[in-house]
């Protein structure tokens, strides 16, 4: 028997368009089939797709590499994401007879967004290929010549189907994981996603996931976030085998004494400090557009976050900062960096330290780029904050020759609005308002220089800056 507790523990996500081929490559790699394994859900043996994640294991030298298979239909892309945070690298799978596809690029942009710097690329059944492979390994290389990752990546032609090219994807495997450069936290508090649950008859309640920072012992008390329950580690299981720690790295399966699992969910987490969670709705974050996603983030902007394991729909608030003042704003396409808040439709758990999440449209349809980009945590808000937006009024010229100066009407309604508004700058050519002019409204206004010619029926802006309080959108 494999003595798991002496290998170092890698866990690589596999992505890729739906019938590319995924859960075949992970099923001949595979030796190790964990209780949530090869299309495991009921439903993915009715459709014949993968619908859930799914996670299997192999040992490669001194590593035993956990593989994270998720969905790569269209309409699953948050379950493919919701597995990105556990990841230390990513094989990008290609039907080779098709070439890259819609969710072949938005899981690669998905990857990209999160961090996670390694990638394999691996090109499916070859068995049916009639074309170069020299020429077809080209193409391959332009399309990711546009990616951070550059066209040099590693590249291996397969057939899941007839198992073939697999000694040399092991072998391309073992040497992009000897170059990953991976930090495991083993001595901070208890961080672990949960992402299955379920009951063994004669043994209880059993959740499983990777542990992402901290150790774990038998008997060790732990909670339950942000459902509060607790309960101790009746047991620790690495890929079936039995354990008495698990550290960092590891991927488990915990049997826990006096847990009512009935209310668990993907998205909850498992720690023995509860002061390092924060449980919200109202954050501050910094984005990192995709430079490719084309679509105008308006002030208000509904869209999906993938935090962790956890997917929701929230509302996206961008803003600039303007002498100390956020001012709202619209995101056009050549502005790929910016701030927002970003107002959750729930209160949801979420780590205090650095947190990456995944911004999506999946309003938008699935033959478009939906992947918006990531936000980093900045600010957790407990109240809404005040923010500021310009109210444009516009006037008219009524007389550009007055003996007295330009008259213009309807920037005030009363000579009392318009003594209000003197000294107030105004939008080019002219300069700001000089004084009222008689007792309807009407000012007075100056002009950037005499060669501008000002015509009667000209129009003439005034922004006022005005502050508000943020309201979320989600019962509206």
Known sequence: MIDVEKLTPIHIGLFGHIDCGKTAIASVLSEIIST?????????????????????????????????????????????????????????VIDINKGPQIQTGEH???????NIKDIIVVL??????????????EKTRNFFQSTSYGAQIPIFAVSAKEKIGFEKLKGGILEKIEELEIKR?????????????????????????????????????????????????KSIQIFHQEVKIAKAGDRIGINIKGLDAKNIYRGCYITDNKNAFDYCDLLEVKINK??????????????HVTIGMFTTAGFLYPYYDFNGKKIQTSIKNDLNNFEAFLWL????LIGKEKTTMLLSRLDLPPTTLRILGSAELTKIYQDPPLLYKYKIKKGIIQNPSHTQGIICSGLAQSLIGAKKIIGRKLEPPFTKIISPFGTKGSVIVGIESTKNIIKKGDKVFLKELRSFKLKSKKNF
């Open 36 to 92: 949530a394994g090869i299309d495991a859900h009921p439903q993915s043996k009715q459709r014949g797709i993968t619908i859930d994640l799914g996670f299997t294991g192999f040992v490669l030298d001194d590593y035993l590499v956990s593989l994270v298979d998720g969905p790569g239909h269209a309409d699953l892309i948050k379950i493919s994401a919701s597995s990105v945070e556990i990841i230390d690298c990513a094989i990008i």
């Open 124 to 137: 499916n059944k070859i068995d049916l290929f009639k074309g170069d492979m020299k020429q077809e390994m």
């Open 108 to 114: 690669l942009i998905m990857v990209e967004a999160l």
């Open 290 to 303: 995709n430079k490719l996603f084309k679509a105008e983030t308006h002030f208000g902007t509904q869209l």
């Open 185 to 233: 936290d083993v001595n901070g508090s208890i961080k672990m996603p949960i992402d299955h649950h379920f009951s063994i008859k004669g043994r209880g309640p059993i959740v499983t996931g990777t542990l992402l920072r901290g150790k774990l012992e038998l008997n060790q008390k732990i909670y339950i976030l942000p459902l509060g329950i607790s309960g101790r580690v």
């Open 345 to 348: 439709n729930e209160r949801i």
